[in-house]
């Protein structure tokens, strides 16, 4: 287990509340250790913490999670009921969170048909802990990067002409996976030629050919954390206008990394990428946000965009992935994995990027 009950003791108090009813996935592991949190559920009071889970994983959640756990037996019909029950019993009543933005509305009117209490909704308590990583955290999160910077490396030189896409997505989570990782940390973008200007194209069939740049988006997940990193290359000579494109982000992207410090304002930064893609008559070809925090979810806070109130803090682990999609011609993305320091940042992906 990766935090401390100890860091939570303040949550209900701060938010005014008896317990918490926790169902989303990154937050049920965050509390619990348990590995399969789509099938857990944690009911966090002031006296503690329970973890709800059914028969298929007795064993694993006894041996995954240092707290105490209530197992819910088949059938489901009964099992539901007396799993709602169970948690009715921990805490006397009052006010009850729930997490508004993943609970659905059906697991809602059951809670309160179970429980006849205050129901609460409650959005960003746990992400806002979730933002700056413990040490534990970091070093998967360096491991997770680790692993996906060794297999690009190991694959990088089979990205030619004749290929296709899907092949080489299947050569680098298999290469992630040989290193340990337990799965890709999402579905991998091989997006070439025209697909380039698709910032989250997935990988076809299509053939790559000689001229063209393809963006390789990609992550390894490794004790339920995951690592991001994006890098384009060149299948042989690409035309100017692809050069262009490719060296304005490149630009904009180390002037945004060399900036990341604790006290930067995440606008900033995407104000600074936006203004040197500007530069370069490209920032109308930047379609997304600059960045986002990466960690139990691949987008986590902080939010790297225009209209964020994010501060940077030591223990923060973000992306910088300035890109910029023109249609009919292609694209560009160049994104690094970088950890906030007490004085600074450490860039945690180390693949090399290259000059088309």
Same mark, same amino acid.
């Given at each position: 287990?990766?935090? &401390?009950?100890?860091?939570?003791?303040?949550?209900?108090?701060?938010?005014?509340?008896?317990?918490?009813?926790?169902?989303?996935?990154?937050?049920?592991?965050?509390?619990?250790?348990?590995?399969?949190?789509?099938?857990?559920?944690?009911?966090?009071?002031?006296?503690?913490?329970?973890?709800?889970?059914?028969?298929?994983?007795?064993?694993?959640?006894?041996?995954?999670?240092?707290?105490?756990?209530?197992?819910?037996?088949?059938?489901?019909?009964?099992?539901?009921?007396?799993?709602?029950?169970?948690?009715?019993?921990?805490?006397?009543?009052?006010?009850?969170?729930?997490?508004?933005?993943?609970?659905?509305?059906?697991?809602?009117?059951?809670?309160?048909?179970?429980?006849?209490?205050?129901?609460?909704?409650?959005?960003?308590?746990?992400?806002?802990?979730?933002?700056?990583?413990?040490?534990?955290?970091?070093?998967?999160?360096?491991?997770?990067?680790?692993?996906?910077?060794?297999?690009?490396?190991?694959?990088?030189?089979?990205?030619?002409?004749?290929?296709?896409?899907?092949?080489?997505?299947?050569?680098?989570?298999?290469?992630?996976?040989?290193?340990?990782?337990?799965?890709?940390?999402?579905?991998?973008?091989?997006a070439s030629g025209e697909r380039g200007a698709m910032p989250h194209g997935g990988a076809t069939d299509r053939v790559l050919r000689e001229g063209e740049l393809v963006?390789?988006?990609?992550?390894?997940?490794?004790?339920?954390?995951?690592?991001?990193?994006?890098?384009?290359?060149?299948?042989?000579?690409?035309?100017?206008?692809?050069?262009?494109?490719?060296?304005?982000?490149?630009?904009?992207?180390?002037?945004?990394?060399?900036?990341?410090?604790?006290?930067?304002?995440?606008?900033?930064?995407?104000?600074?990428?936006?203004?040197?893609?500007?530069?370069?008559?490209?920032?109308?070809?930047?379609?997304?946000?600059?960045?986002?925090?990466?960690?139990?979810?691949?987008?986590?806070?902080?939010?790297?965009?225009?209209?964020?109130?994010?501060?940077?803090?030591?223990?923060?682990?973000?992306?910088?992935?300035?890109?910029?999609?023109?249609?009919? @011609?292609?694209?560009?993305?160049?994104?690094? &994995?970088?950890? @906030?320091?007490?004085?600074?940042?450490?860039?945690?992906?180390?693949a090399e990027k290259e000059r088309v």
């Amino acid at each position: 287990m990766l935090r &401390l009950m100890s860091q939570f003791d303040d949550l209900l108090t701060a938010a005014g509340l008896d317990a918490l009813w926790i169902t989303r996935p990154e937050h049920v592991r965050l509390v619990s250790g348990f590995s399969s949190p789509r099938d857990g559920r944690v009911l966090l009071t002031r006296g503690g913490a329970t973890l709800y889970t059914d028969a298929r994983y007795t064993v694993q959640a006894a041996e995954e999670s240092s707290i105490p756990q209530y197992i819910a037996q088949p059938p489901r019909a009964t099992s539901e009921a007396k799993l709602l029950q169970h948690a009715r019993e921990q805490f006397a009543g009052g006010r009850v969170g729930i997490e508004a933005d993943h609970l659905s509305v059906t697991a809602l009117g059951a809670l309160r048909e179970a429980w006849g209490v205050e129901i609460v909704p409650t959005r960003g308590l746990l992400e806002a802990r979730r933002a700056v990583k413990t040490d534990a955290e970091i070093a998967l999160l360096r491991e997770a990067q680790r692993i996906a910077d060794e297999a690009y490396a190991e694959v990088r030189p089979t990205i030619t002409a004749g290929r296709r896409e899907r092949d080489v997505a299947l050569d680098l989570e298999i290469a992630m996976r040989r290193r340990g990782a337990d799965a890709a940390a999402f579905d991998l973008t091989v997006a070439s030629g025209e697909r380039g200007a698709m910032p989250h194209g997935g990988a076809t069939d299509r053939v790559l050919r000689e001229g063209e740049l393809v963006t390789i988006d990609m992550g390894a997940l490794l004790g339920g954390y995951h690592s991001d990193m994006t890098r384009t290359v060149a299948v042989g000579e690409v035309s100017d206008e692809l050069r262009r494109l490719y060296d304005a982000v490149l630009e904009a992207e180390d002037a945004c990394v060399a900036a990341v410090k604790p006290g930067a304002r995440a606008a900033d930064l995407d104000v600074l990428a936006r203004s040197i893609l500007e530069r370069h008559g490209l920032a109308g070809y930047f379609s997304h946000s600059l960045g986002h925090g990466v960690g139990l979810a691949i987008h986590e806070a902080p939010t790297l965009s225009g209209s964020s109130e994010d501060v940077l803090r030591p223990g923060m682990a973000i992306t910088i992935e300035p890109g910029v999609y023109v249609p009919s @011609v292609g694209g560009v993305r160049i994104e690094d &994995l970088v950890l @906030v320091t007490g004085d600074g940042h450490e860039v945690l992906s180390r693949a090399e990027k290259e000059r088309v």
